[in-house]
């Protein structure tokens, strides 16, 4: 089967976009070629090999990915996305059309082995859009940039405690409910620290997996125990009139999903 038929093959089924909606995030496994995942993996151990600095922590750096950050956008990460299921896999959540392309800032999310000689600490989460001083957005000021991750794991993370990408199933719910009785602008507060309905879960998965979820899911990278690197990467993407609905959607999270609405039997 030809690429482009196989992209258009591939829409997340009906289950899939349940649980996409019940718990914020859906793992698609096996929905990047091997070969794609290899060439990623490749350029990201060409870049740590030959372009860290001499004696550099990098599991400080971002887990690594500041290391590598040459290859924010290069045409073997782009093409993990634009040259995959993952346009047609993403649609079927927004609607046909409805996403924007091409997609923006795709980067390397590397989690080098943080932790030697203890147990690892638990994971500690967060929503994204909301400056702390230390990410390069003011403190206290908040502004969604975007409707959806994209995680694709580039090597197998089998067990928890591996650098696993970490979400907080049905949080997306918790904070739509909280946001709209104590309105958006709490968000100025900093992050609100609110009981979440389940226990992180640390996603396993192998190379090739795609795992969506929401702007709104509470998430982190897990500590990582593990013996290896963690290669992935990251994408936040947006709707087409992500810009116009801005924050609104902090109150509205499904206002762009439209297929999910329509499973969902929402208005």
């Known amino acids: 089967m030809g690429m482009a038929n196989r992209e258009n093959a591939m829409k997340l089924t009906t289950e899939q976009i349940r649980e996409f909606y019940h718990r914020g995030y859906v793992k698609i496994p096996g929905a990047i070629s091997k070969s794609m995942v290899d060439t990623a993996r490749q350029a990201i151990n060409y870049s740590i090999g030959t372009l860290s600095p001499k004696g550099l922590n ?6 690594g990915g500041e290391v590598v950050s040459n290859l924010n956008s290069s045409p073997m990460i782009k093409d993990l996305y634009h040259k995959s299921p993952v346009i047609s896999l993403t649609e079927s959540l927004l609607g046909k059309g409805n996403l924007k392309t091409p997609i923006g800032r795709t980067t390397p ?19 994204d859009n909301m400056g702390n001083g230390r990410n390069g ?21 089998p067990e928890p405690y591996s650098g696993n990408f970490t979400v907080w199933p049905g949080s997306h719910h918790v904070y739509e409910d909280y946001l709209n009785k104590k309105g958006v602008e709490i968000l100025s507060n900093g992050q609100p620290r609110i009981d979440q309905p389940e226990p992180p879960h640390m996603i396993t998965g192998q190379a090739g997996d795609l ?18 690197i963690r290669y992935a990467t990251i994408a936040r993407m947006s709707h087409i009139d ?7 959607c902090f109150t509205d999270i499904w206002r762009e999903f439209s297929c999910v609405r329509e499973v969902m039997g929402i208005d």
Not at 110 to 124: I, M
Not at 137 to 157: E, N
Not at 242 to 248: E, F, I, Q, S
């Open 58 to 63: 990098l599991a400080k750096h971002h887990g």
């Open 109 to 127: 999310a590397s989690r080098f082995p943080n932790v030697l000689g203890k147990a690892p600490p638990e994971p500690t989460g967060h929503i």
């Open 242 to 248: 992500c810009a116009k609905n801005g924050n609104d």
């Open 211 to 228: 795992i969506l979820a929401h702007f709104l899911v509470y998430h982190c990278a897990s500590p990582n125990a593990s013996p290896n």
């Open 137 to 157: 957005k003011p403190k206290g000021s908040y502004h969604r940039g975007f409707t959806c991750f994209g995680i694709i794991y580039l090597a197998d993370v």
